[in-house]
DNA sequence: CATCCTGTTCATTTATATTTGAACAAATTG
DNA sequence: CAATTTGTTCAAATATAAATGAACAGGATG
């Protein structure tokens, strides 16, 4: 019975859906996202499915944005999973449907605070434990090497500072 | 006649090259600056070129590099080209000797401002441009869908307006 | 409790990105 | 100007990332 109302709504919608199912607003907004996730080296069909759910009106579930996106259900769970996580999406109850239905918060911070947590600040903390090593290696270089060793190490350091000041400016500005 | 110059230096520099004719203070570059270009999305090839040029005390031919680093040609040159076009690297004289020597430029802003130029930029002009198409689409969508896309959008506004704030900030903060 | 429904996991397949090396071009040398 | 050196390009090979779909787990449903 569901499936009726659903079959009508879908039925309907159709005459606006040119490129297989998908409204032409709705394929833009895929692609932007597309986009924006493979700048933050994510995978596409993340941002497939923040872009379809960004433009839906109503809350979608697995299996709908299965079916709209062409897309395999293992890649729709993954790529939801990781939406989940960082609270890009998120469900909401839907009476008599034991299925999840998602719909898209619309914080962009949620996108930068992920990236800038996973991505970022472990790289500038790897980086740091490096310089730190290097600095280990240091004292053991002939010291006629070690001059010009030194001046390559405090360049380095001298960006681990600027990035480790910029982290927290990035986030309040994306935040804010 | 050069070659026995350079046989002397590399037979006595490698007793500090336990792995593979690279000492460890390079082989911390090298990782260090890897992870570096591959969170800018550039093959690994170039962080390893440009690391061990950071390292160097001495220039470095293309040859030089190949050998150390155990890398193709190919690789080499296209590396080399990358690290060329954006400043991260530049050629100096070497008397009597018709090959490019490389050193590394110091400077981090000559990654940071090819990157937001490369990326960055264009992939804000993109966006903006798909939600100039976005805002056509709405005005030929029925009424009662026309107010919830019209939200979206406004929201996909707020964003591209950050990113367009951000970017002269970011880079007059990394190039200061 | 057997069956159906929903979603997850993961080995395999497919797609994409990177590297290799041989062919080539250009410049230099004797 | 033939031979050599240096570097580039690009088609093919390789390595890496992502998607697929079948097997599975758990929870609802009758």
Redesign the interface.
């Known amino acids: 019975m569901p499936a009726k109302i659903q079959n009508f709504a879908t039925r309907k919608a159709a005459a606006?859906r040119p490129s297989g199912g998908l409204?032409?607003?709705e394929v833009?907004?895929i692609?932007?996202f597309i986009?924006?996730v493979r700048?933050l080296?994510m995978p596409k069909s993340v941002g497939e499915i923040y872009g379809l759910l960004?433009?839906s009106?109503e809350p979608l579930a697995l299996d709908a944005l299965r079916h709209r996106l062409r897309m395999s259900k293992g890649a729709a769970s993954q790529g939801l999973k990781v939406l989940r996580s960082f609270g890009a999406v998120r469900t909401v109850y839907a009476a008599g449907d034991r299925r999840d239905h998602y719909v898209a918060d619309?914080e962009?911070s949620k996108f930068a605070s992920a990236f800038i947590k996973e991505?970022?600040q472990p790289?500038l903390d790897?980086?740091a434990a490096?310089?730190a090593?290097?600095e280990q290696?240091?004292d053991r270089?002939p010291k006629d090497?070690r001059e010009?060793?030194g001046v390559?190490l405090s360049?380095?350091r001298h960006?681990k500072q600027?990035g480790e000041a910029?982290l927290p400016?990035?986030l309040k500005?994306?935040v804010a």
């Open positions: 606006r409204s032409a607003l833009e907004a692609d932007l986009s924006f700048l080296g960004f433009a009106a619309f962009l991505e970022l790289h790897s980086g490096r310089i090593r290097m290696h240091l270089l090497e010009a060793a390559r360049k380095l960006w600027k910029m400016w990035l500005f994306l």
